[in-house]
């Protein structure tokens, strides 16, 4: 397992019930269904209403993994020419990536340093993490997620794709950030960081569609 094993931890579907909280419905939308929203590459997103709840620490069978530190390589070709990798994310640059065993890249986009530091505290301080996972021909994970957990993944429109909007349980660090996730093809994308869900729709618009 790499360094950064609590943003990688979402490639099985019980790992997704343990890592996804409650994530609320847009007014207009049920939960785990299509939105409303059919311009998927607007910066006018509408209100989302989620729900606050979360689980707490001694409720988790496996308890919360512990945040182990950041350790980045360069940003290589092969990642400079994946479909959404960007020059800048938000107006940051891209500090770095890792890499586990599985071949899932995350591109870490900052304005400080976020080497040597915890995950958490990372996007606490206004990270932006881009995730792309290999080429595979399992079902998306945002399908899996609209499958087996409608109630905690809210559907929002990114481009042409329906994404899934969802929110993770408190981390060691106490950080809770958001996911939008994307299947391009055979391959999918999971724009992660600590911003309100409008923003995160956004921000993922901006990434799609650049």
Known sequence: MNTIRRLTNIASAATIAATLTACGSQTEAPQGRA??????????????????????AEARLSGVPRSVAIK??????????????????????????TQDLSGVTD???????VDGSRPGDALQAGAVVLRTYPE?????????????????????????????????????TGTRAHRITWRDGRQDYVLIAVRDPEAMVALARSVVCP
């Open 107 to 113: 591109v870490f986009y900052s304005k400080s340093t």
């Open 72 to 97: 980045l390589n360069p940003v290589d070709d092969t990642t400079r020419s994946t479909p959404y990798f960007r020059t800048a994310i938000d107006g940051m640059a891209p500090e770095g990536q």
């Open 136 to 172: 595979s021909d399992s079902a998306p994970l945002s399908e899996v997620m609209f499958k087996q957990f409608p109630e905690r993944a809210l559907a929002v429109t990114v481009g042409q794709f329906q994404a899934a909007l969802t929110w993770d349980d408190p981390d060691d």
């Open 35 to 56: 939105s409303a929203i059919t311009d998927g590459c607007s910066q006018t997103v509408p209100k989302l209403v989620e729900n606050q709840q979360f689980s707490p």
